[in-house]
């Protein structure tokens, strides 16, 4: 323990403003109590002075009679403690460190001016939050500048953006769309900036991918939140923006991942198709400038950044042929048949010569912020912001990075010249206006947000052709081919001679050696554009007062209006797909039937859908004899949900979520807490469910003549006069029964839908946590600690068939009409033990290690095992059938995960320094399952075996590294060199596997019971049954089964470059 | 921007009143499956009418139903709805269109080809038996389908969906003869018939619970002007097989072939299995004793 005489005879600490980032978002708490050194008796009426870089002004609160301060509303920053008081020698604390959202216990002891012995008191300032029962970590800027954080590539990858630092706590990984804390998906997780959602509305997802240059401090809570936090079944990534101070500060910087240093990459074994993608990184890189200082001393700041950022692949396509063979079939007859190997079951295939072909991938996003932070008086201040994510991806030839996911382009099966004509526009814009106020002798705040978060989410031709026009790209239809054809003999892929031998090999003119079957052609196909909007009210207020201990009583009142508006269409109206006949499919059209055979075509669907959650809560948090802190709350919210035509299509009523919690404080000290928590939490429901159900979107299809010299015709139909002359009326054919159709509508097929109903006794989506821990501050700056975590899902909303897939309805499994469902299941377990140093003395440290399980049914708001992502309506529970066997691990249930950073900091003149981060990040591996077709579902949706029961994953270790050198150029002007290596030994350990057990178009029951005898590695396609009543055969089964299908990304190295003033 | 701001203000002013209302699930309004992937199936009880008269003899039969709205498109595409209605094809009248039979394959000279067996082959051969069905784009075609005025747009207390303004539906199907080349002889293959429906009373079952899976209504039937029979229909969604047997002798194991669970129906639904409606086959329809809606603990 670090002993310190902190008694100064006179003087007042002057604190340098060294750093220029303040906080307007102001939550966290310093308390504690002030006795008498000599009697240790509490000594009320000290002035109490609080003064931080990160504060503007200083804030002043006075003891009460049992010695007692708090000082609230506090940003998050080094704070120095000032205590004043007649007859007792001035006395200051500095260094105490305040985290966003935390209360700490500062107390002191005070020495009489009359006393003359030297008194030594045991102190340095505690930074256990004894106010609260939430767990999770806190990432400043401290730590970002020491430690190799967000990866490059991935989703928000090369803007750095502050969600991926959320994968820092104990219990999150990183998953498809962003990070899952405690089980959960992403999209269940809160994302709340300055006070106000970045939730995309449609989705889930964080919808504001904003840099960790203009955050200050985020704090990811995984469990144990109060009430203020809601509409969350996850975390909450609480991010703080910076402010300006009364110093001018800024920065310039840059950053860049280039390829040529990326690590080796393992090639992933898998069978040959005829047309092969491959991407490989160019270039990640980010720069900008920051700049914050006063307008006005004192009263007025600003705080302005900006932050251009661009991602660069390069995608190659080529052209494989299969080896062929000759073979005896059993009655003695020969064939030629593609050669496989005999090890991996896959296609043995060459490459074609000449055949490759290089794209570009690329996505560039220009972030900016602006703040304006007014300090009225002491007591009030307000602040508006305006911040930005705006991003482009591909267009004119490049391709596009998916925004949701941060995916890369997969293979390109069509014509290559059709690719890259879609640009990708992503991006939020966020105004937020904030009041926080303090009444009554700071006995009474006030905090107000009101935010506007928009949101755009489009895919538009890069001519700049408009969604609906028939002219340019938007006016040119997607043909699909599906008849087998020789790759070879299409026009568009130009092959020469040599490879048109070489397919033609085969003797079957290339279709055995070359095959083609769906390749595409023409426009673009699906383009839209979205517009999402968030309008949030909230507001809080906090009263403090004493009765029987001290009590600080929060209520608040939250409202939050969202829309998504959509308008999309297929481009030339139509995609259009070639049938085995040679007709030709006219299917995905937006439109409808007034009448038999009377189709109303629409040029584009726009639809509108909306919600409206109003909710509020109150909490008290009751601290007894500064030893026991009772947190206990109650939060209730309604969610109405209005479908793409305005009507009313789903209420989540009354979700009462309570919350209660307690910390003991046991020595009173703020050095110690035991707490335990329990809470519920409800989704908030993203609107994509409205826009798909309230009613689904209606289209039509027909039928139209194809064949050589027909109006749909094969030579033209990718050419704009094709597709005019293939679109007229009269090229519809009368369906196949004739008139002998029940069909009144000899033409046309559909063109009408019925909104999807809600059981009325529809619950809302939510869970309940239980917490238990403890905290204990081994040293100065040093926490211990470890928690137990127990999740669970109460109702769960999906869509749901009863009759085999005819009708659906939406509704919680297991409940209402759901009946013979079984209920939906996410069990989550885990232990987690932490050490943290915060940074001090040159040097901080983290380390973690989480035992953990998650059991069930239900993955959440995306289903891992095909990345559907669809709140609230995957196909998890569409039947009762696709249920049997898929209750057990889930796919993202980790055994054990550790998580070890440290960095330390090295002076080696005055002007230079280094730094030197390391961490390590080891995880257990992911379950494996055995997956084959299901009769209704089709892809691999039924589960042969027990969920997860097939063995596991190997266990993946990450090492990343950091290296900082700063030179300092004269006092407050630095230039920093960072170099931050990902994955330093680039192991290539296999991150995921091939689940599926039988090949595309094997229909199999699951194996009652979903256990085998032996080792379910073992499984033996004749223990599986088809759903013919047939036993499996060894050529239905996948011979790539357990084996890998990627592995950890590899070594990369970003250079960074940094001047702050 | 400040457009959206004002919009905001006032959304969030106006919030409260337009949400502070229900707590209820809205109604989804009254849903009618459509027969695009699987017809309905109707059974048909004689109300009015001579059981033995020829047009007496309905048992039951596959219907096309389908629901219709009527739109108006204005400006940028937007959609006000004008009515809904339903259409139905029974498979009675659309049937009548073509008729498929088997005639003698003739060999180039004209006498009847025979196999190495010496037996005659036969072919398929399908003729229409309406002429000028597709003129003015489909008139006589369309005029088998029994179409509504209307379709209420709420179900009742009792959660059925009214509709009104059936028009008749009908065919008139010429006879078709062929010759049997051995025996010499012309044999009718098809008679000629003119046939009429006349739907009346239609109501279909629609709660979130089975969303449009049953309709009731009453059938006028006339195969000529001097026959004429009035009909209870009882239909279902979708049409499913089933094995009279194991209707007779329900177990655990046969409740797909009895219409329970895994049939294809609602397991809710109490369904009896008829034989002789599905093309012949045995189906399974609406308990005829509950009524419509057939539910089992309803």
Redesign the interface.
Known sequence: MHVRRMLRATGVVVVASLSYGTAAYADSVIIGTVVGADNKKPVADVVVTATSPNLQGEQVVVTDAQGNYRIPQLPPGVYTLRFDKESYRPFSRSEIQLRLDRTIRVNVEMLPEEMSETIVVTATPPTIDVGSTSVGVNVDQDFIKRIAVNRPGGKGGAARSFESLAELAPGAQSDAYGVSINGTTSPENGYVVDGLSTNDPAFGVNGSPLSVEFVQDVNIITGGYMPEYGRSTGGVLNAVTKSGSNEFHGSVYGNLTPGVFEGQRTPVVSNASVITGRNNLQAIGDFGATLGGPILKDKLWFFAGVAPSFSNYTHTRAINAFETEEFTRPDGTTGRRVARDPVTGFNKSQRIPGSEREYDVTGQSLQYMGKLTYLINQDHNVSVSLAGTPSVSGGNGALAINARSGALPGTLNGDPNSYGQTQGVAGSTT?ALKYAGALMDKKVLIDANLG?F?QTSATLPSDGSKI?SMEGLAGLSLIQFRNLRSIAGLPYENLGDEARALCNADGQGGRLACPVRSYFAGGPGLISDGLL?R?Q?NAKATYMFSALGNHVFKAGAD?E?LSYQQRKTFSGGVTLAEEADNSWLDSRRYG??????QP?N?????SLSRS?T?GGFIQDSWTIANRVTLNAGVRYD?Q?MYGATG?????L??QVSPRLGLVVDPMANGRMKVYANFARYYEQVPLNMADRAFPPEASYAAYRQGGAGAPCDPATITTREGQDECRKDSSVIERDE?????????KY??G?V???????A?KPQGSDEFLVGAEYELLANIRLGANYTHRYMNSVIEDMS???G??Y?IGNPSEG?AK?FPKATRNYDAVTVLLNRTFSDGWLAQASYTWSRLYGNYAGLFRPENGQLDPNITSDFDLTSLLENREGLLPYDRTHAIKLFGAKEFSFTKDLSASLGLSYRGNSGTPISALGGHPIYGGTEAFILNRGSVGRTPWVNNIDSNIGVNYRINKSNIVSFSLDVFNLFNFQEIATVDNAFTNAGVYVLPIEGGKIDGNPMDLKPEQVTQANGRPMTESQRNLNWTKATSYQAPRQIRFGLKYTF | ?SK??VT?VA??GA??V???C?????S??C??????D??WQAVYVLKNGDAKSSCGQLKGE???V??????E?GA????TKKRA?I?I?P?GL??K??VTYKDEVLNADGTVKVDDKGAVVMKDVTV?R?DG??DN??AI??AA?A?SETLADEPDDKGLCATTGFKPASVTAKEVVREDEVKGETVVVAPAESLTYTFSDVKVYS???????QLAGTLKYSDGPDCEAEYTVLAL??QVGCDPEAFANPTEENAADRCA??S?????FDAVCVEGIAGGDPACVPNPAKGVPAFKNK
């Open positions: 105004v506007w928009h609906g909007d309008y009210a409202l209006l409808y039937q007034n009448g038999p055979d109303v629409l040029a584009y669907q726009d409206t109003v309604t109405w009507q009313l299509g789903i209420v009523p009354n004739g008139l002998t159709t029940l069909d009144p509508s000899f097929l559909g009408k019925d909104t999807t109903p809600v059981d009325p529809l009863r009759d085999d005819h009708t309805f009409f013979e | 921007m959206r701001i905001a959304l969030l919030a409260g337009i949400s502070g229900s707590l209820e699930q809205p989804a309004g849903i009618v499956q459509d027969s695009t699987y017809p596959a219907l096309g389908y629901k219709y709205i009527e739109f498109k940028n595409e937007r959609l209605y259409g094809r498979e659309a049937s269109f073509e229409e309406v069905a597709r784009n489909y075609a369309k389908t179409l709660d979130p619970s089975a969303p449009g899976t969604w979708p669970e895994g294809g129906l609602n397991p809710d």
